[in-house]
Each structure stands twice: as structure tokens, then as C-alpha cells.
């Protein structure tokens, strides 16, 4: 069940606090995994890992695709492994099914040889509703890669949702794929 508005406001500032305080770093240039170089750093694993952060971040993910009808959530590793495996807990604690998964950046040489994990002996892809999930947002790429996997094993992508977004082209990436896109904060959000 979503919370109010209010309850929702409360959450995302106190998630503001706990990135401001454990994953958010200024200085005078930082490389991206895009390859850009900003100002402004988030290592958000730190707050991920956090129980407090877990929580809030899991919560607002839920009360986001409340409406959505998902089977599963996950994205590209390793990013997403602990934001899918804390949503996916705090879904079943709200009775709601929705299981985690994660894409391997490339599939491994040894076992299943699975690009993706966390399905079931038997279980696939193939018609299942998904939403991708990624910590920290700059052009997307990232997200997309996990998202087109998915859509190439059958998979329906009905929503990508990040953490932080970096304001720096995601939107325009998804929206030009044909994918949703929701971000629960901004880089916005952390500037002084």
C-alpha cells in the first residue's frame, strides 16, 4: 500500500540526508562510468547497503510501480543486486509478489552459462513484466544495456527507475528507446 503524500515527501528528505551524508561526494572532477568527468560523485552503495537507506530507497521504489503490473525487478550488476533484493523483500513484507534478478554484464563460461540470474530451474524471460532499476543515472547507458537484454530474452521493460538521476541525457535515451523512465531524485536535489 503507497504511503501518503506526505509520509513519501519525509522518506525522499531523509534519503536526501542519508546520500548527502554517505554517498554523495563534491570536488574538482570526477570520471563517470559514462566517461564524462563532473563535479559531483555518487557512490551510492554506501547508502544502498545502509538499513535505513535500504529501506527508503525499497519503500519509494514500491509506492512508485504500485499501479504497475511487474513480475519481476532487476538490472545490470552490480548496481542493481541490492536495490532488487531490498524492493523484492519489502514486496513480499507488503504482500505484493515481485521477485529480483540481475543481468550479468556478459554471460558466464562456466555452469548455466545464464546472462541473467535469478530465475528458477524452468523459469525464462519470455513474457514477463519487468521493471530495471540502476543507482545512479548519467546518459543511461547502462540501464538501456540491462533493458535491451531483457527485451531480447522476451522480457516487457513496463518501467526503468534509478536512484539519482544525473540529469545528463537518461530521459531523452530511454524516451528514444521506448522505455519509461522515473527517477526518485535529481542531481538537482544535492547541489548547495
Known amino acids: 500500500m503507497a504511503e501518503n503524500p506526505s509520509d513519501r515527501a519525509g522518506k525522499r528528505a531523509r534519503l536526501i540526508e542519508i546520500i548527502k551524508a554517505r554517498s554523495f561526494q ?6 563517470l562510468a559514462s566517461g564524462k568527468t563532473s563535479p559531483f560523485y555518487f557512490n551510492m552503495k554506501p547508502t544502498m547497503l545502509d538499513s535505513e537507506g535500504a529501506y527508503l530507497i525499497a519503500s519509494l521504489i514500491l ?31 507488503r504482500g505484493r509478489k515481485l521477485s529480483a534478478f540481475f543481468v550479468r554484464k556478459q554471460a558466464k563460461e562456466h ?13 525464462h524471460m519470455a513474457g514477463k513484466r519487468v521493471v530495471v532499476v540502476e543507482d545512479v543515472t548519467t ?27 544525473r540529469l545528463d541525457g537518461a530521459m531523452e535515451t530511454f524516451s528514444n528507446a521506448g522505455f519509461g523512465f522515473t527517477p526518485l531524485l535529481t542531481l538537482e536535489d544535492f547541489r548547495s
Open 26 to 31: 563534491e570536488g574538482p572532477e570526477f570520471k
Open 111 to 123: 555452469g548455466t552459462r545464464a546472462l541473467v540470474e535469478g530465475l528458477a530451474k524452468g523459469e
Open 63 to 93: 509506492d512508485e510501480i504500485e499501479r504497475t503490473d511487474a513480475d519481476l525487478i532487476g538490472g545490470l550488476e552490480m548496481g542493481a543486486v541490492p536495490i532488487a533484493s531490498s524492493v523484492a523483500a519489502m514486496a513480499h513484507a
Open 139 to 165: 546518459t543511461g547507458g547502462s540501464a538501456l544495456k540491462a533493458a535491451e537484454a531483457l527485451k531480447a530474452e522476451g522480457a516487457n521493460v513496463v518501467r526503468i527507475i534509478t536512484i539519482v538521476d
